[in-house]
């Protein structure tokens, strides 16, 4: 290291200049060593200063040529670590042998690796709800920004499931995980696979169906609420497990908030007419059993 920072004067942005102008001064040694002798001893030899001279040029572009070479695996070890730097994924892992070269190669590509991986199961612990493992509320906003680029038919769904404090109340908070799973399971299997779904938040879910009509998306959660009700396993002991739901057409991400507040304000309606229903928000009403 001190010679290191003893030479970080001579191109200090640049390494690889710095080694090949240390490298062009070596190789000019024997050239100035036969000058300085042939000065002392006024013996002048043109011929061989000249065959020095050519020769000292060309082993000193070779030498150049050789070490760059050399020097290409740092430049790409570099490349990799600023790779690590953005959360990218080395691709291709060069074999650079087992010379500190070599090591240095495989320890970046191996930490950059690592490092990717990390920061991908971070995004993915993030972005999904501890308890059921569906997307959470971020991950499904981000999922949704994705998908609703331009203008799409898209319809919006808030599902709540009925009478959850009173199942937590009754049956203990650990049936309300159980049945919290349950339903998110039901959900995604229930789904097309081109659908979101996530927890909301509670016991709310949302799901989101692009390039869809409303009817279409109707016809997909009325299935779906009818085989909740019927299904007595999911229920605790003879208490029926049901979901109420609020639907709000969009076409694009930027009306995704004005929907949710639509399909909420829907969701409340189907509550207050009985629960275990779908009703679609605003001017389209219309009431499903």
Known sequence: MRFYRATTFLFPRNYEWRILLIC???VHVPLIACVSLQVVTGEWHPVTLITLLLATLVGTGLGIAAIHGLLSPIARATAMLEAIQNGER???IPDGGTD???RLLHGVATAANESATRIEQLITAAQRDALTGIRNRRGFLDAAEGILQGKTNAVLAIIDIDHFKL???QFGHDAGDSLLRALA????????RTDIAA????EEFAVLFPDTQLDEARLVLERLRASVALDSELGHDSWPVTF???LAPLRSFPELGDATRRADAALYVAKARGRNRLQI????QVEEN
């Open 24 to 26: 062009f001064g070596a």
């Open 90 to 92: 080395i691709s291709h």
């Open 100 to 102: 500190l070269v070599g």
């Open 167 to 169: 199942i937590n109340d």
């Open 185 to 192: 399971k039901r959900l995604e299997g229930g789904l097309r």
């Open 199 to 202: 927890r909301w938040g509670g």
């Open 244 to 246: 109420s739901c609020g």
């Open 281 to 284: 928000a605003e001017e389209e």
